[in-house]
């Protein structure tokens, strides 16, 4: 198979990940319609603040996330606007739906959670859009570094890489097995299989960015930038951490204390 892929429908040349994105968008919506409407515990007004607080912070934590991850795209935008379309990263968009939800819920008045519905549209679109990833190859920038391992093949730039889109595919359906299993078994509280959700995604993030060639902030060096390389030579990443690795590493901070503050409660009380 020849990477990028390209799919030729009606005498139009589409790109795959245009084609699996705009698949992504349109089975998560249908997916998210169909479990509201098997049941909803929050009513139309809450759930439509809910929504577009989480389409807003998405929208705007993608980019700003992006720009941090991909500096050198900023640059560019400066000079062409276009650029401006191509810095988004997934976790950013997680991270800035929850908070423009978040914000949302504090201007409405809104006290309850509302993040358990979405869960399993989100994994659905990510995997679908990762597809989309995986069939653009290198140029798309979710790849992973040079390897000799045996998943390794070429992604469209004559060397032999990670595929990371198809490694996070596979995470994110045993990701849904594992969640539809917690909320069939465990009770939760309302908010918590969300949590649960991004506290997963964001751990996964974290570890798979170290199989990436990105830029890295060297914390031994005094946060200097250091660019890693993906070569058949040089197989082996510099030290430090990426933007996108932070930012998921906070993620997983926020809810992992929450969690630690609803156990500590529990247990003073007895009931743990």
């Not at 990477?3 to 698949?23: C, I, N, R, T």
């Not at 929504?51 to 993608?62: E, M, Y």
């Not at 391992?149 to 060397?159: I, K, R």
């Amino acid at each position: 198979m020849q990477l990028p892929v390209v799919f030729h429908l009606f005498g139009l040349a589409l790109p795959a990940h245009l084609v699996f994105e705009s698949l992504a968008y349109g089975v998560g919506f249908r997916l998210y319609l169909w479990l509201r409407k098997r049941g909803d515990r929050l009513d139309d007004r809450t759930r439509m603040t809910a929504l577009i607080g989480a389409i807003v912070g998405a929208g705007l934590g993608s980019k700003l996330l992006g720009f941090a991850e991909h500096p050198e795209l900023w640059q560019q935008a400066l000079h062409n606007p276009i650029y401006l379309m191509a810095a988004k990263t997934i976790l950013g968009g997680l991270l800035g739906g929850t908070v423009g939800v978040e914000i949302a819920k504090a201007i409405a008045g809104v006290k309850t959670s509302t993040g358990d519905l979405y869960v399993f549209p989100l994994i659905a679109a990510i995997a679908i859009g990762r597809i989309g990833c995986l069939l653009t190859g290198v140029s798309d920038g979710t790849w992973g570094d040079a390897t000799h391992f045996m998943l390794g093949f070429n992604a469209g730039d004559g060397v032999i890489r990670h595929p990371t889109p198809l490694y996070e595919i596979g995470f994110l359906i045993a990701l849904a097995g594992i969640l539809w299993q917690v909320r069939r078994r465990l009770t939760l509280q309302h908010g918590d299989l969300f949590k649960l959700f991004i506290m997963a995604y964001c751990a996964w993030r974290f570890a798979i960015e170290f199989l990436k060639p990105v830029t890295t902030y060297a914390l031994t060096n005094n946060l200097n930038i250091v660019q890693n390389i993906a070569t058949d030579s040089d197989l082996s990443a510099k030290p430090g951490l990426s933007m996108l690795q932070m930012a998921a590493a906070l993620g997983f901070a926020v809810y992992a204390a929450h969690f630690a503050q609803y156990m500590r409660g529990k247990y003073r009380d007895g009931s743990a």
